[in-house]
């Protein structure tokens, strides 16, 4: 199982960014594919949620409305649109995978197995 993200940069506040998470090696439709995020000095928190083949979505509430998930299942990538960036998303963002509990299921509260190396973002005020 590989995760890849891109798409991190430093960003004003108001801006837009979109990152995108490239997954091999296991079923897409399968897999729960996730993204968190951690601050300096701030444990990590779930974003955002899909369930692979574009089912189930789910958002922290602090993003909802700004950020978008979506899927590209033909090339099993999971893309974060973020708009109306604020200084407080300033982390390092992971996509996670698991399988969790199947069907049409997705969290942003679950210990995902697979994770990538991460990418900055950085707002600016």
């Known amino acids: 199982v590989q995760l890849v993200e891109s798409g991190g940069a430093l960003v004003q506040a108001g801006g837009s960014l979109r990152l995108s998470c490239a997954t091999s090696?296991?079923?897409?439709?399968?897999?729960?594919i996730a993204w968190f995020r951690q601050a300096p000095g701030k444990e990590r928190e779930g974003v955002s949620c899909i369930k692979g083949m574009g089912g189930t979505t789910r958002y922290k509430g602090s993003v909802e409305g700004r950020f978008t998930i979506s899927s590209d299942n033909a090339k099993n990538t999971v893309y974060l649109q973020m708009n109306n960036l604020k200084p407080d998303d300033t982390a390092v963002y992971y996509c996670?995978?698991?399988?969790?509990?199947?069907?049409?299921?997705?969290?942003?509260?679950?210990?995902?197995?697979?994770w990538g190396q991460g990418t900055q973002v950085t707002v600016s005020s």
């Open positions: 996670a995978a698991d399988k969790g509990y199947g069907s049409d299921w997705c969290g942003i509260n679950y210990e995902y197995s697979y």
């Open positions: 090696g296991f079923t897409f439709g399968d897999y729960a």
